[in-house]
């Protein structure tokens, strides 16, 4: 199985700043028939099921703010949240569906300071 | 708009068995691969399964493999998780989900609002 691993498992960003959130992968997820990464991030909040954020690594899914960027190849994969607002207090899980089973990280939750 | 209506979870005794439907709406059902992950309380995501929209492949978790049964009913828009010998680590939230396309390999788009289920004597 691909092992995900987030880091760091929470983080706390004042309003208006950058949250990073990495995901590393145990294998490469990469595809090289269509140079695409298998890899998706979703914002979960409490209560609520998993919302789509980006999915390709970078492509960012639509109605989800261009303040919110994804980015990596092969094993080491980024989600940025650029001045972070209130409404992005969640936890943060990113995802492989290049080989079944397809494993989620532990999750990143991410609070205001 | 995309919508789902989970169904299904319930309260049963280990060893037990039982069915969660998903009621899709608002996009061409048999055309998009389906999937369920689960959540149990207070833990972070696990994918369960998946199902292909067209020719009917299907995957599972190592932890669910030859209990459970996922299966769809194109003509209902319906997704089905057909769940046997329940333990109580199965205890869990249960979303059903839309890829963004027919294979299994396509990342989920969407997901429903989870029906719960829970294992306990």
């Known amino acids: 199985d691909i092992v995900m691993t987030q880091s760091p498992d929470s983080l706390a960003v004042s309003l208006g700043e950058r949250a990073t959130i990495n995901c590393k992968s145990s294998?490469?997820?990469?595809?090289?028939?269509?140079?695409?990464?298998?890899l998706t991030w979703y914002q979960q909040k409490p209560g609520q099921p998993p919302k789509l954020l980006i999915y390709w690594a970078s492509t960012r899914e639509s109605g989800v703010p261009d303040r919110i960027s994804g980015s990596g190849s092969g094993t080491d994969f980024t989600l940025t949240i650029s001045n972070l607002q209130a409404e992005d207090v969640a936890v943060y899980y990113c995802?492989?569906?290049?080989?079944?089973?397809?494993?989620f990280g532990q999750g990143t939750k991410l609070e205001i300071k | 708009e995309v919508q789902f209506l989970a169904s299904g979870g319930d309260v049963v005794q280990p060893g037990g068995s039982l069915r969660l439907s998903c009621a899709a709406s608002g996009f061409t059902f048999s055309s998009y691969a389906m999937s369920w992950v689960r959540q149990a309380p207070g833990k972070g995501l696990e994918w369960v399964s998946v199902?292909?929209?067209?020719?009917?492949?299907?995957y599972y978790a190592d932890s669910v493999k030859g209990r459970f049964t996922i299966t769809r009913d194109n003509s209902k828009n319906t997704l089905f998780l057909h769940m046997n010998s329940l333990r109580a680590e199965d205890t869990a939230v249960y979303y059903c989900?839309?890829?963004?396309?027919?294979?299994?390999?396509?990342?989920?788009?969407?997901w429903g609002q989870g029906t719960l289920v829970t294992v306990s004597s």
């Open positions: 294998r490469s997820v990469l595809y090289s028939s269509n140079n695409k990464n298998y």
């Open positions: 199902i292909s929209g067209s020719d009917g492949t299907t």
């Open positions: 995802q492989q569906h290049f080989n079944v089973p397809f494993t």
């Open positions: 989900g839309t890829s963004i396309g027919d294979s299994c390999y396509s990342p989920v788009e969407s």
